[in-house]
């Protein structure tokens, strides 16, 4: 069935360092891509999505290009804050228009 | 903020009792979920509404049964509570399948002892 693998963390990086957060995905047909976040105590939001080929989201300085060729669709950000600690999940739409998540990567940014 | 609510927001309970979660949404949105979400698995889909009376399983739905007389109401019961069980639930809702976007409630802690 259809899959989403997330590095794994948690990731520490101090403030206005780069972040990237790696997703790969298995599926059949051309899913949507997403990538959700969970700040602590909450519940998941959607960060940004694409939902074709080389479509780029992007929102609050995050990007994530959804790459066909290699199925990635890996999270960036040039200059993270602290207010960007949190646990973000990337997540695909299958045929039958659920989410599926991956495990979910915690990320800590220090002053 | 979207409008969803979950209830209880946290339960003890013991093992072997009937438990039932609510999910309940203002937004008349067609699809609602049930997820559970444990450290190491991310979020893993129990149960799924796409419309009143019309329900079907997720990955993990042993252990669960769900029901939705209303567009507004969907709710998670655990028919005997294990261990097992122990997580955290959510409820999500999206207007249409595939493309769009889901959103969710705070979420439900539970804890079977």
């Known amino acids: 069935g259809d899959s989403v693998t997330q590095m794994e963390g948690p990731v520490t990086l101090s403030e206005e360092a780069f972040l990237t957060i790696n997703c790969t995905y298995t599926a059949t047909g051309y899913p949507s891509l997403f990538w959700y976040v969970q700040y602590p105590g909450e519940g998941l939001q959607l960060l940004l999505k694409a939902t074709k080929a080389d479509d780029k989201g992007s929102n609050k300085g995050f990007e994530a290009t959804y790459r066909k060729e290699t199925t990635s669709f890996h999270l960036e950000k040039g200059s993270v804050q602290v207010s960007d600690s949190a646990v973000y999940f990337c997540a695909l739409s299958d045929q039958g228009g659920k989410l599926i998540f991956g495990q979910g990567t915690e990320l800590s940014v220090k002053p | 903020d979207a409008g969803i609510t979950q209830s209880p927001r946290h339960k003890v309970t013991e093992t072997g009792t009937p438990v039932t979660l609510r999910c309940h949404q203002t937004e008349n949105h067609r699809y609602m979920y049930w997820y559970r979400q444990d450290p190491g698995h991310g979020l893993r889909l129990i149960h799924y509404?796409?419309?009143?009376?019309?329900?079907d399983k997720g990955e993990v739905s042993d252990g669960y049964s769900v029901s939705r007389s209303k567009t507004e109401d969907f709710l998670l019961t655990l028919e005997s509570a294990t261990s097992s069980q122990t997580s955290v639930y959510f409820c999500?809702?999206?207007?249409?399948?595939?493309?769009?976007?889901?959103?969710f409630g705070q979420g439900t802690r539970l804890t079977v002892v």
């Open positions: 509404s796409y419309g009143v009376k019309d329900t």
């Open positions: 999500a809702i999206s207007e249409e399948y595939m493309n769009t976007e889901a959103f």
